[in-house]
């Protein structure tokens, strides 16, 4: 790999202050950094805010089956005030072309106390595509779609780890437990066709970032391991 011209190599982090906010849900790192190079050098002072939350990270399940029409992945629409919120700010930001807060998604939830290790992510899976799909998988057939991804990386230290599920052909979501809370009480659940679904990434229709990375890279695994 070439070395970009101008740029310094980053040794450490120094961190010259460090506010912390922990009393919600949502916690708050308010901090001022300096970076140290290589060269010895160091930058100038700079504020750096960031956010996590119980858990700290994700995991994220596609549930697929192989059908004669080809594959097709279960999505479900998934209330996300936080696209609300933008046409409430000042100045709003008013996106016309989606009118209501509803992200179509994968399945994803925040693993239980203990779940949050590498080797019990799946088990986070199972227990989320039954909770919140009514999908019943054994957390030993969850597949994994590689590395696990950050959302956001400038705000949040989340990680998304990705999973896909293959189902029978027949397999129709049950009614779903839900987690109890008004997140989960509006929306559809609905099977789409995997390059339908894709071409729905491209086009806005599918706007969420970890379903679509899912996507992809079920559509390379399968392509991979062929038609069995």
């Known amino acids: 790999m070439c070395a970009m011209s ?105 693993p239980e106390p203990d779940e949050q290790h590498a080797d019990r992510f799946a088990a986070c899976g199972a227990r989320e595509l039954a909770e919140e799909m009514g999908l019943h998988v054994a957390a030993a057939d969850l597949r994994a779609l590689g590395h696990g991804v950050y959302p956001s990386a400038g705000i949040l230290t989340e990680v998304i780890h990705l999973f896909a599920a293959q189902v029978p052909a027949d397999a129709e979501p049950a009614a779903a437990a839900g987690d109890g809370t008004p997140f989960e009480e509006a929306g559809r659940t609905r099977w789409w066709g995997l390059e339908e679904a894709l071409a729905a990434c491209r086009a806005g229709e599918i706007a969420d970032a970890k379903t679509e990375v899912a996507l992809r890279r079920l559509a390379e695994d399968v392509s991979r391991r062929g038609p069995g």
């Open 6 to 110: 101008g740029h310094k190599t980053l040794e450490a982090l120094e961190v010259l202050d460090d506010r912390r906010v922990e009393d919600g849900w949502l916690k708050l790192a308010r901090r001022r950094l300096r970076n140290r190079y290589a060269d010895g050098t160091v930058s100038a002072e700079y504020a750096a805010d960031s956010a996590w939350r119980v858990g700290i990270d994700a995991v994220a399940v596609v549930a697929w089956r192989r059908r004669d029409g080809g594959v097709e992945v279960l999505l479900r629409e998934y209330l996300r005030p936080g696209i609300d919120l933008r046409a409430r700010l000042d100045p709003p930001v008013v996106d016309a072309w989606r009118p209501l807060p509803l992200l179509w998604e994968i399945c994803a939830g925040i």
